[in-house]
């Protein structure tokens, strides 16, 4: 079923209702993965009154920094970026949490797979959005038998469209397996991340997680809880990681902006830890939470406020 999406959406350099933002099926970015996209989230504060958008400029830089790997040209400097999704925002006026998306692509219908002269678009749209891996519960993982696209084949630190064909045949197969969330190795065989997120284990309080040079995406919310948890006290060690130090983990955590912070029960069948959300994961989660909802004073500069139109009840 598809998600329900708001009315609005940013599309050839202007607001206009979602279902008249369509594209041709001879797109170049549909038939090549010729696109690059950022997943932002949007949280309501607790009289809906504002919307606290989490690391927007930082989406933004990214976003403009993955246009840059497909060599994008685009009238938009990060600013640009950071005004256009705080304006569809507030048109929408959402009456709760929401994920944003803008995107890159090229829009030609042309056919030979090439990065240049062949024009770029920038479009946003946005939806609803509650929880993507349940975090009621730890989660199931398994070490996926597909390897994570290298760098050197394409740019993993970069959200690049066609790259997601990767992420879903691990997420298939960890479905197929009755597991919630695959996480790949790369092709040196270190472990590299999740199929929508990163991956943080923690040993003898320590916490642990793959450099970039382990084909992972510059994820944000990884640099957040980095942030968050050398400013808690809490070690953190950036570092290659090996199969089964996985299974001999204390405790393990996917993170991203959609995922959010979510516990690992088992990789491979194997419970990590006690098999229950562990201290430093339940620590970091928290202040993830509180961070969000803007209850972090020494984080308030990572929300971008954008405020929501009321509508005047009838009386
Ligand atoms: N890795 C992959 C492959 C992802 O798709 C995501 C989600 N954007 C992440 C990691 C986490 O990144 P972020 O914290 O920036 O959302």
């Given amino acids: 079923m598809d998600a329900k999406i708001f009315d609005y959406a940013f599309f050839q350099g202007e607001i206009v209702p979602f279902s008249e933002a369509n594209v041709s099926i001879g797109t170049h970015a549909l038939q090549y993965g010729t696109g690059a996209f950022a997943g932002v989230r949007g949280y309501l ?36 970026v950071v005004r256009i999704i705080s304006e569809l925002t507030a048109k929408n006026a959402p009456s709760g949490d929401v994920y944003i998306r803008p995107f890159i692509y090229k829009p030609a219908v042309q056919l030979t ?32 038998s597909w390897v994570r696209i290298p760098d050197a084949a394409i740019p993993s630190r970069g959200k690049l469209t066609g790259a997601y064909v990767n992420s879903a045949l691990a997420k298939d197969e960890a479905a197929e397996n009755g597991a919630d969330e695959a996480i790949m190795m790369n092709t040196a065989g270190k472990i590299a991340e999740g199929t929508g997120c990163n991956l943080f284990i923690v040993r003898h309080d320590k916490l642990i997680t793959a450099p970039f040079s382990s084909d992972i995406l510059e994820g944000m919310t990884r640099r957040s809880i980095i942030k968050m948890a050398k400013a808690a006290g809490i070690e953190v060690e950036v570092r290659e990681i090996d199969r089964t130090e996985l299974y001999i983990a204390d405790q393990a955590f996917f993170c991203g902006t959609g995922v959010r912070v979510a516990w690992i029960e088992s990789i491979d069948g194997r419970p990590i830890g006690t098999g229950t959300v562990g201290p430093v994961t339940d620590q970091l989660r928290t202040l993830y939470f509180d961070m969000v909802r803007g209850k972090l004073p020494q984080y308030a500069h990572w929300l971008t406020q954008v405020k929501i139109p009321q509508v005047a009840m009838a009386g």
């Fill in 113 to 144: 797979p090439r990065l240049r002269g062949i024009g770029d678009e920038f479009a946003v749209y946005m939806m609803p959005m509650g929880d993507y891996l349940s975090l009621e519960r730890g989660q199931k993982a398994v070490v996926s």
């Fill in 45 to 80: 504060d607790a009289d809906g009154s504002t919307i606290n958008i989490v690391r927007l400029p930082d989406h933004a830089e990214r976003l403009l920094n993955s246009a840059k790997l497909l060599r994008a040209e685009l009238p938009y400097a990060k600013d640009d």
